[in-house]
């Protein structure tokens, strides 16, 4: 009768058993986020242009009154202090702190905004270049059209 009541439970080689196989796989998948995290700075280059170009997007599209100011920033100098009298005016002066920080943002980043009136009704052409080294040229350019 000794064999037939055995007692229940784990002993410590299954629990070590145990132990062995989720440490391979908590390894393994901390291995697997590493590998995204390794991304070179040239490839994120493409997603922070897409990102400094789409916000312009989505601000030109929430801007009802005004929106002709974010093509007109010749002269326009980024200040956020700065009083703006028109609509216009503020519009230039967010295109003009936007077109900094593409600059800042980006090696020889360059944003522009421009105003396509060949369409009807007219749209806005929101454009972002840069040139990394040993990379040559790119842009991102997006168009937003305002219904």
């Given at each position: 009768m000794r064999g037939a009541h055995r007692e229940r439970g784990f002993n410590i080689v299954?629990?070590?058993?145990?132990?062995?196989?989720?440490?391979?796989?908590?390894?393994?998948?901390?291995?697997?986020?590493?590998?995204q995290t390794h991304i070179p700075a040239d490839a994120r280059l493409p997603l922070r242009a897409a990102e400094l170009a789409e916000q312009m997007a989505d601000r030109i599209r929430a801007t009802a009154e005004g929106r002709d100011g974010f093509a007109t920033t010749?002269?326009?100098?980024?200040?956020?202090?700065?009083?703006?009298?028109?609509?216009?005016?503020?519009?230039?002066?967010?295109?003009?702190?936007?077109?900094?920080?593409?600059e800042s943002s980006l090696p020889s980043g360059l944003g522009s905004i421009s105003r396509d009136t060949s369409m009807t009704p007219a749209s806005y052409v929101v454009a972002v270049s840069w040139s990394a080294p040993g990379t040559g040229a790119?842009?991102?350019?997006t168009r937003v059209e305002i219904r």
């Amino acid at each position: 009768m000794r064999g037939a009541h055995r007692e229940r439970g784990f002993n410590i080689v299954e629990i070590l058993a145990a132990l062995l196989v989720m440490a391979v796989a908590i390894v393994g998948i901390a291995a697997l986020y590493s590998d995204q995290t390794h991304i070179p700075a040239d490839a994120r280059l493409p997603l922070r242009a897409a990102e400094l170009a789409e916000q312009m997007a989505d601000r030109i599209r929430a801007t009802a009154e005004g929106r002709d100011g974010f093509a007109t920033t010749v002269g326009v100098i980024c200040n956020d202090k700065a009083k703006t009298r028109t609509p216009q005016d503020k519009a230039a002066q967010i295109a003009a702190c936007w077109e900094d920080e593409v600059e800042s943002s980006l090696p020889s980043g360059l944003g522009s905004i421009s105003r396509d009136t060949s369409m009807t009704p007219a749209s806005y052409v929101v454009a972002v270049s840069w040139s990394a080294p040993g990379t040559g040229a790119a842009s991102y350019v997006t168009r937003v059209e305002i219904r």
